[in-house]
C-alpha cells in the first residue's frame, strides 16, 4: 500500500485499498466510493458493498442504515488520531516513518480504553 498525497480523492485510492478485500467481507464506506466499478470489483470478490448511494444517482443499489452507523467508529478513531499533531500535519517525509507514528498513536489510543476499564 502506497501513501497518497493529503489532498487527493478518496475515489482515487479504492483500487489499492480494495485489492486486499477478501469473500464475505462488508465493505463501509461513505459516498465518495459509490462507483459502479467499485461495486463490480466488490461482487467480483465476493464481497458486500454497503455505501450510500449518491443524490444523482438513477438506481439506488441496496443500503442498509443500521450497518452504516458500525462506520461511526472508524471515524471517532481517525477523529482521535488527528489529534496528534504529527500524524494530522503529516510532518514525516517517509511513509514508513509516517506509518509508525500511525501505529504507536493507535497502540497509545488502545492504551488508554484498556486502562480506564482495568
Excluded: C
Aim: aromatic share 12%; proline share 3%.
Amino acid at each position: 500500500m502506497k501513501l497518497s498525497a493529503g489532498q487527493s480523492h478518496d475515489g482515487q485510492a479504492a483500487d489499492d485499498l480494495l485489492d486486499h478485500v477478501g469473500a464475505g467481507t462488508i465493505v463501509l464506506a461513505d459516498k465518495a466510493y459509490d462507483a459502479d466499478r467499485i461495486r463490480a470489483s466488490l461482487r467480483e470478490t465476493g464481497a458486500f458493498a454497503n455505501i450510500p448511494p449518491k443524490a444523482n444517482r438513477r438506481s439506488k443499489p441496496y443500503f442498509s442504515t443500521w450497518l452504516y452507523r458500525e462506520r461511526n467508529l472508524i471515524e471517532r478513531f481517525f477523529s482521535k488520531l488527528k489529534h496528534f499533531r504529527r500524524i494530522a500535519a503529516r510532518y514525516d517525509k517517509l511513509a514508513e516513518n509516517f506509518l509508525a507514528m500511525v501505529q504507536l498513536a493507535s497502540m497509545r489510543l488502545w492504551l488508554r480504553v484498556y486502562e480506564s476499564t482495568a
